[in-house]
Structure formats: C-alpha cells, structure tokens
C-alpha cells in the first residue's frame, strides 16, 4: 500500500504563494496520474488538479485554472503544487492521491489557510 505525505502549507496572507509536496511510498509513483485534492470546514473534498503518469498533460478546477501549476518528480517520488494569488476561499486541508481508479490511503493532508 502506498503512503502519502503531504508538507507545505502554512497561514498566508490574500495573494501570496505557497508550494505544496506530496511524497508517495513505492516502486510504482511513476506509472500514475496523481492528483490534488481539497477540503474546506464544513464540505466536501474536491478536485484541485491533476497530472499524468509522465507530467506531459495537467488539468485544474476552474477555480484556480491561472493560479496554481501541478507538477512531478517522478525520481524523487514527488508531487508538487504551486499556488499563487491565494484567495481566502482557498482555505483547507490539501491532500495528493491517485487520480484515477480506487484511491490509495489518504494521508493525514496538510493545511492551507489565507487570510483576507
């Protein structure tokens, strides 16, 4: 079973940045499309972006399409998420798994909070 670790995040002000990085235990990263994913108080997880296997093609939610750039090492086991011009809706806890097919464990996510 894979284990996520996701680190980065922190309390920033409206339009600053912060570098997300989600690393996956295994042999086998390289041959999946991973994702971001979010979740604010009170709702639901949702899409943030995604990558394929070889980081050829990303896809973003609407809400942060300009905003925020997905990417991969591969050699280290790693995705990242680059996030600027933070809104205070993008507050939550971000989490990296599999995109596609039944999700690996979630890892414990790591908090992003933007202040107005």
């Known amino acids: 079973q894979v284990q996520l670790v996701e680190s980065g995040g922190g309390l920033v002000q409206a339009g600053g940045s912060l570098r997300l990085s989600c690393v996956a235990s295994?042999?086998?990263?390289?041959?999946?499309?991973m994702g971001w994913f979010r979740q604010a108080p009170g709702k639901e997880r949702e899409f943030v972006a995604d990558?394929?296997?070889?980081?050829?093609?990303?896809n973003y939610a609407d809400s942060v399409k300009g905003r925020f750039t997905i990417s991969r090492d591969n050699a280290m086991n790693t995705v990242y998420l680059r996030m600027n011009s933070l809104k205070p809706e993008d507050t939550g806890v971000y989490y990296c798994?599999?995109?596609?097919?039944?999700?690996?464990?979630w890892g414990q996510g790591t908090q992003v909070t933007v202040s107005s």
């Open positions: 798994n599999r995109q596609f097919g039944v999700k690996w464990d």
């Open positions: 295994g042999r086998t990263f390289s041959t999946y499309a």
């Open positions: 990558i394929t296997n070889h980081g050829t093609r990303t």
